[in-house]
């Protein structure tokens, strides 16, 4: 038999690593410094971890490693085998690594001999040597046809686009005219996720849950035949033991497929359906699937109060706060008036009263656009929920804020009665714009 051929990338990579002498590789190392270092790349953490590994892959002539699903896994910590198509992250990445290098290189000034470009279409990175006395400037960009050679044509052409820029910029003009008056107050308040190519993360947290092993109901079912005998019955019933029952620790284990809270999931429905709405793409994280560092990189929805350690950490020194003390959950203005709210019961112990806050933070505590949708109790969070994805609840709410409150903070403090502890529509009893 003969031996498989290797794929046409590993061999092109193997060949450009062969290629490249000591002084051509240490050369394009210190491009990449330079770059990395630059003010189009130096906050963009992610997309520095991307360049300087497809880079340094490509030399090391390993170009057969640069698939979506690898980078995502190695780069962005996604687990192996996970979804690309659910989890579009190296794509939008690669796309925010070009636009950084086109501007880098339209405003860099340097002598470096290399240019390193990410072609449309490719996660493995080209380089351009430049020629002797050849402009670094002058180069044009991989993504736009080369200069026509022909001067009279050249002008012809320029002439040309300048007249259809005129007139499209006139017809641009009236639609944006349009568009501003067509506005509403729900655009307004999400109009600055639309200020960068990341995704709108809606996180939430993920609880520790224990559930009873198998070994437990099977010595249920010897007392009680017929009992959980299926998945279906264990997972939707719970084990109706007694208070004289003992079982031990062995008799429990740590059930890493469950724990989303019934009020979070309401809220994350009812989120990623707005976002779709308004045309912005949305990735809902739960658990350890997300870190500090994607909330560095991407404008965040956080969703949950008490059970989220995010939006403890984000709204902690907030106008309004989420404040545990002794057991005792509450929303406290951190401010002259110290206002409290807390979920109220009725005498058979049943919340009839819960309180919610919304925040819209421009530069959060991760330096990025971030919401927080969070109730004291769940109830609470998926009233907030459905507050924020309601047009005319957000409308209502933004009647009487003052006028620029698009380029400022907000907080609002909202109230829902519950019913057999499901929540109806909340109001604003507190809000605060800085």
């Not at 989120?271 to 997300?290: A, E, F, H, T």
């Not at 990189?297 to 949950?304: D, I, K, R, T």
Request: glycine content about 6%.
């Amino acid at each position: 038999m003969k031996a498989a051929a290797d794929s046409p990338e590993k061999h092109e990579g193997s060949h450009l690593a062969a290629e490249l002498d000591e002084e051509k590789r240490k050369a394009i190392l210190s491009e990449l410094e330079t770059i990395l270092a630059s003010t189009s790349f130096r906050s963009a953490t992610r997309s520095k971890q991307f360049l300087e590994y497809v880079v340094r892959h490509q030399l090391d002539g390993r170009s057969e490693q640069l698939k979506e699903r690898t980078i995502g896994t190695e780069v962005f910590h996604r687990p192996a085998g996970y979804a690309t198509g659910d989890d579009p992250v190296v794509r939008v990445q690669a796309g925010e690594v070009r636009r950084r290098l086109e501007h880098y290189y339209q405003t860099a000034a340097g002598n470096s001999p290399v240019r390193i470009e990410l072609p449309v279409g490719s996660y493995a990175p080209a380089f351009h040597w430049y020629s002797e006395g050849e402009s670094r400037t002058a180069l044009p960009s991989p993504h736009l046809p080369a200069p026509a050679k022909n001067r009279g044509a050249k002008l012809w052409a320029i002439a040309s686009v300048f007249l259809l820029l005129a007139v499209a910029g006139g017809v641009i003009a009236v639609r944006m005219e349009r568009a501003m008056r067509q506005k509403t107050e729900m655009d307004r308040f999400w109009a600055p996720v639309f200020g960068t190519q990341q995704p709108v993360l809606i996180c939430l947290a993920k609880p520790v849950v224990y559930r009873p092993t198998q070994d437990l109901y099977r010595r249920y079912a010897r007392t009680h035949p017929g009992a959980f005998e299926n998945e279906a019955e264990r997972t939707s019933e719970p084990l109706p033991l007694s208070e004289s029952d003992q079982i031990d620790w062995s008799d429990l284990y740590l059930a890493s497929d469950f724990g989303v809270a019934l009020g979070d999931a309401y809220a994350a429905v009812n989120l990623s359906g707005l976002l779709g709405r308004i045309g912005k793409p949305s990735q809902v994280r739960i658990g350890n699937n997300y870190s500090y560092e994607d909330l560095r990189n991407s404008p965040a929805v956080v969703v949950g109060a008490f059970n989220n350690k995010w939006t403890m950490q984000l709204t902690s020194n907030l106008h309004f706060s989420f404040v545990e003390d002794h057991e005792d959950f509450s929303i406290r203005e951190l401010a002259p008036g110290h206002r409290v709210w807390r979920t109220r019961f009725n005498p058979q112990g049943q919340p009839f009263e819960d309180f919610a806050i919304i925040a819209r933070l421009l530069n959060s505590k991760t330096g990025q656009f971030t919401v927080t949708v969070a109730g004291i109790s769940g109830a609470g969070t998926q009233a907030a929920g459905e507050f924020i994805s309601n047009a005319q609840s957000m409308e209502e709410a933004l009647r009487a804020a003052p006028a620029g409150w698009q380029s400022e903070n907000l907080e609002f403090v909202l109230e829902t009665s519950l019913t057999d502890s499901v929540p109806g529509p909340a109001h604003v009893v507190a809000s605060y714009f800085w």
